[in-house]
């Protein structure tokens, strides 16, 4: 089995900064792509951030220039430092990663998400 560990969500003031972190563990072989993605009350799920074995990231506009996604492959571990928070960065925030097992094709897993709110 596979899991995904969200923490370091919480509540912050608007123009506050946080740091989520999602540790896979399990019977890993590989960690392919990984992505931090979030949803808001009545909303759908939506990408924030992804980021390539190899390092390659990619960012959504709305929180482009204030959200940072990394990775520290040997504690396969993805990060998602979130600066300038906005109100409407209040959403659970997912940790998705496409992981391979041993011996078997790569799969889609989530974590269990984490709430984070931004307000006064």
């Known amino acids: 089995q596979v899991q995904l560990v969200e923490s370091g969500g919480g509540l912050v003031p608007p123009g506050g900064s946080l740091r989520l972190s999602c540790a896979a563990s399990g019977s890993i072989f590989r960690i392919y792509n990984m992505a931090w993605y979030r949803q808001a009350p009545g909303k759908q799920r939506e990408l924030v951030a992804g980021i390539t074995s190899g390092g390659g990231t990619n960012v959504a506009d709305s929180v482009k220039g204030r959200f940072t996604i990394s990775r520290d492959n040997a504690e396969n571990t993805v990060y998602l430092q979130m600066n300038t928070l906005k109100p409407e960065d209040t959403a659970v925030y997912y940790c998705?990663?496409?992981?391979?097992?041993?011996?078997?094709?790569?799969?889609?897993?989530w974590g269990q998400g984490t709430q984070v709110t931004v307000s006064s």
């Open positions: 998705y990663g496409v992981i391979g097992r041993d011996g078997r094709s790569p799969s889609n897993y």
